[in-house]
């Protein structure tokens, strides 16, 4: 794909809460996931299935590979979007363009889900119940975890900014991934048999670094806009690390062994219920702490479904030295 000097002036990186929903989602459906990340799939496959959301919505737009329909993945607005934002660019669909990308998902399936038939009929109202459903799958997958996700991903973009500032934008394209290369204004990406085209120059590049892409990138190409590259992100392999704590004793004097155990405890997102029968503290002192964690900015709580699961901020990270970088 040939890229003029319009399209290197307007590159820029975006953090996209989407890219993290449909690679993550489809992660959770693989055969063989990639090992880094069976922690959390451990965590969180049987919140999916308990909340039937292994067979909705998103179950019937992301196949295990294959073709994404693009209006899952708007352009991102800006450096980090909101989830709710990019929620509102995929309510605000064009119906032409979603009609077109159902209908190349069916040429990718052996039997398109019935929800397909029906997206394809009504999208405005198909768009706002997928959205709706995408809040949910948020809330129970991926919250609790991104601040720790957003650790890894800021580390990645300040990474590949220093590249550009000291060794130039080619540097950076030949160093992105292994199936990526830059030569003589062409960008090349090995990807099967199937080849990129775009009929306008000078929209941009947004390259979005993700947790859950890979081991190859991911690409949206769409006519006026920027083409979209989502890569593999630097020190995802340190994400759901379980190293202990280096800071602990010097912690538990200042917030008490209680408060310290529960953090240390925290190390993957759970309920008052389960840190009560791991730590052996009572639960009502269990909820007691954590309200107090909570507002001192240590912890933080996201609903699943009948559940409220409680995570580690960076804060709390920082405290103990666990943060991943």
Do not use: C
Not at 129 to 134: K, L, Q, T, W, Y
């Amino acid at each position: 794909m040939e890229f003029s000097a319009s399209d290197l002036a307007r590159m820029r990186f975006s953090i996209s809460p989407m890219w993290e929903v449909v690679t993550s989602y489809r992660l959770l459906r693989a055969v063989r996931p990639a090992a880094v990340h069976l922690p959390w799939i451990e965590q969180v496959r049987p919140r999916l299935v308990d909340a039937g959301l292994d067979r909705g919505w998103l179950a019937a737009l992301i196949p295990p590979s294959g073709y994404l329909p693009d209006f899952l993945n708007p352009a991102p607005a800006g450096h980090a979007p909101a989830l709710h934002e990019e929620l509102d660019a995929i309510r605000g669909s064009a119906a032409e363009a979603v009609r077109r990308d159902l209908e190349h998902l069916g040429h990718h399936l052996d039997r398109p889900a019935p929800r397909i038939g029906t997206l394809n009929a009504d999208p405005e109202s198909g768009l706002a119940e997928v959205a709706e459903e995408i809040e949910r799958y948020w809330e129970l997958a991926l919250a609790p975890y991104w601040q720790r996700m957003r650790t890894v991903l800021d580390a990645d973009v300040f990474h590949r900014a220093r590249q550009v500032a000291e060794y130039g934008a080619g540097a950076l394209f030949n160093g992105l991934h292994a199936k990526i290369s830059w030569d003589d204004n062409t960008l090349r990406l090995v990807r099967r048999q199937e080849t990129l085209h775009r009929t306008t120059k000078g929209a941009g590049l947004l390259l979005i670094p993700s947790v859950f892409a890979g081991p190859g990138v991911l690409t949206v190409v769409r006519d006026e806009e920027p083409l979209q590259l989502a890569y593999p992100a630097r020190g995802v392999g340190v994400l759901w690390d379980r190293t202990a704590p280096a800071r602990s004793e010097a912690v538990t004097a200042v917030l008490g062994r209680s408060r310290t155990l529960l953090l240390t405890e925290l190390q993957a997102p759970a309920s008052t219920t389960e840190l009560a029968r791991r730590t052996g503290i009572s639960p009502a002192g269990v909820s007691q702490f954590l309200t107090a964690m909570r507002d001192a900015g240590l912890v933080s709580a996201h609903r699943a479904g009948r559940s409220v699961l409680y995570a580690r901020t960076s804060v709390a990270d920082d405290l103990l030295g666990t943060r991943p970088g």
